[in-house]
Each structure stands twice: as C-alpha cells, then as structure tokens.
C-alpha cells in the first residue's frame, strides 16, 4: 500500500465524469487500499478516486465507524434537508455551508463484487454525497450557500 497525491482545485481531472469500475481486479484493490491509506494520512473522512487522478467511480469513507469502500455507487435514496459546514481535501483551507440531504441510501459494490446497500444520516449522507459527486465532477465549492 502507498501514499498517492491528493490533487488540488484547478486541475482538470477533478472536472471530469469517472467511469464505471467493469472489473474489480487487483489494481482496483490496490486503489482502494492506497486510497484509504491517503485518506487517513490527510485526517480526511472521504476521498473519491479523482481526488488522487483516477477517473474511476471508486469512494472510500470513514467518519469514525470504520472503513466503507464503494465501487461505483450511487444514491438511491434521499430524505430531508441537512445544512452544515463542509471541507474537502483537494480544497485545502477552505471550508462552506452546503445543503445536503439528512439520510442517503447508496447502492454500490464491495471489493468482493457484492452489491450493497448502507444507509447514513448527517455526516455519513455528507460524506456519501460529497464523495459521489466528485465522481461526476463536481466540488462542494459549487454548492456552498453564500
């Protein structure tokens, strides 16, 4: 397992739409296990594959519970309204009020291929929806509430 470098606002790739994981193989393990690794250093709760120059649909989390890994996820499932300070990794310094929803219900695959479902409220649903929008190009900076 390494390090990778966490790419910074303004650069191109962090814009771009990832694509779809077809096959789970040994580097998609290994991106998931250098991805945590990254995160942790950085005392960050998320990072999405484009934050380390990958446009592949990859997310890991962890807010304190324990690591989650997501193999191309998506929402299924919203509830409420949840205002809150947010920050990002690849926007060092900085940080802005974003409206999210309360609870998420995402659907992904595991390392193992498996489909799951978790559920979150609050700092999970954040944390799920800041990281997936990463994956289609887009920054919490664009939806801080001025």
Do not use: W
């Amino acid at each position: 397992m390494a390090l990778r470098q966490i790419v910074k606002i303004g650069e191109p790739v962090l814009r771009k739409k990832s694509k779809v994981v077809k096959e789970i193989n040994d580097r998609i393990i290994e991106l998931l296990d250098d991805m945590a690794d990254t995160m942790y250093e950085a005392d960050g709760v998320g990072l999405a594959a484009p934050q380390v120059g990958i446009l592949k649909r990859v997310v890991v989390i962890d807010i304190g519970d324990g690591l989650i890994e997501l193999i191309n996820p998506e929402i299924i499932e919203t509830e409420g309204e949840y205002l809150d300070n947010e920050g990002c990794l690849s926007v060092p310094g900085e940080c802005g009020d974003v409206l999210r929803p309360y609870r998420v219900k995402v659907r992904a695959q595991n390392r193992f291929g498996e489909t799951v479902e978790i559920e979150g409220e609050e700092l999970l649903a954040r944390a799920f929806c800041h990281e997936i929008d990463h994956l289609d190009g887009i920054l919490y900076v664009d939806k801080v509430i001025k």
